[in-house]
């Protein structure tokens, strides 16, 4: 299905293109995409922010646009 709605939540990404081509000569090396890049990213910093202030539960009354 070449139009098939993505099940997961997409997020447009506004950085310069120095940063953007170091990104992928990164990914690159590692043998990933650069959106595999970024989420790697993205999940060690999720998992530095919970080890320094605990899991984030979501029971505090905050809700992600993304479940609204």
Do not use: C, T
């Amino acid at each position: 299905m070449p139009n098939a709605p993505h099940k997961k939540p997409q997020y447009g990404l506004r950085i310069s293109s120095e940063i953007m081509d170091k990104l992928k000569y990164i990914a690159d090396r590692s043998g990933r995409s650069a959106n595999k890049e970024i989420e790697q990213l993205i999940l060690r910093h999720i998992e530095a922010w919970e080890k320094a202030n605990g899991p984030i539960l979501f029971d505090d009354g905050f809700v992600p646009r993304s479940r609204s």
